[in-house]
């Protein structure tokens, strides 16, 4: 099994959190709504509860269709998401800062 990203480390396994993690994973890549369930570890039944709270704020958007599918991505001019990068690479800074604490103490 995967270790869990640093962002669901610190969120907890819900599904939201699991659709915002794949997503910030993948900024700048489009999906289907299920591929989103797959890549995320859910079904798509949790993917499509969440769907409308994540479509209201902004958090995704749509960037084509193919026939009737549609794809999304992270939308990452909206402020909510944007604070969530910044969660994420806070994140990873202190994670960093710390193995390197940690390489010093060792030395």
């Known amino acids: 099994m995967a270790e869990k990203s640093l962002l669901l480390q610190l969120t907890g396994d819900m599904p939201l959190f699991k659709i915002m993690d794949f997503l ?3 900024k ?6 299920e591929q989103i369930a797959d890549g995320a570890g859910l079904s798509r039944a949790s993917v499509f509860n969440y769907w409308p709270e994540l479509e209201s704020r902004g958090i995704l958007k749509a960037t084509r269709k193919e026939g009737k599918t549609t794809y999304y991505t992270l939308n990452s001019a909206n402020p909510l998401t ?4 910044e969660l994420e690479m806070t994140l990873i800074q202190q994670t960093m800062e710390k193995a390197s604490t940690e390489r010093e103490i060792m030395a």
């Open 24 to 26: 910030v994973d993948n």
């Open 82 to 85: 944007k604070r969530i990068l």
């Open 28 to 33: 700048g890549l489009d999906f289907t709504k």
